[in-house]
């Protein structure tokens, strides 16, 4: 079991930064994937980066990929996204994902374990 709580979200400008946290408690091991998603009003939830939780293996969405950053602190058992020149189509609820696999991780929503999701608003 993973327990998974986001934070971090908030009302931005175009072009600003934003950090948003994934605490995870619970069983973090080396099988984990951890990723993010988001949903737009309106839309259906898409896949935006994951991780395993130990190793270098990262993936991005072509819409961020160069201007967001996915990385751990396995200290703090904590999953970040960094996520620099915001759009107004960045807009949407994010939410934190986990699960576990001795194969790839997913970009599929097919995670067993969410977190409760965290609004970032981008204005233009």
């Known amino acids: 079991q993973v327990q998974l709580v986001e934070s971090g979200g908030g009302l931005v400008q175009a072009g600003d930064s934003l950090r948003l946290s994934c605490a995870a408690s619970?069983?973090?091991?080396?099988?984990?994937?951890m990723g993010w998603f988001r949903q737009a009003p309106g839309k259906e939830r898409e896949f935006v980066s994951v991780l395993r939780w130990s190793g270098s293996s990262t993936h991005y969405a072509d819409s961020v990929n160069g201007r967001f950053s996915i990385s751990r602190d396995n200290a703090k058992n904590t999953l970040y996204l960094q996520m620099n020149n915001l759009k107004p189509e960045d807009t949407a609820v994010y939410y934190c994902?986990?699960?576990?696999?001795?194969?790839?991780?997913?970009?599929?929503?097919?995670?067993?374990?969410w977190g409760q999701g965290t609004q970032v608003t981008v204005s233009s």
């Open positions: 994902a986990a699960h576990y696999t001795p194969w790839s991780c997913r970009q599929s929503l097919d995670y067993a374990y």
């Open positions: 619970g069983r973090t091991s080396s099988g984990l994937c």
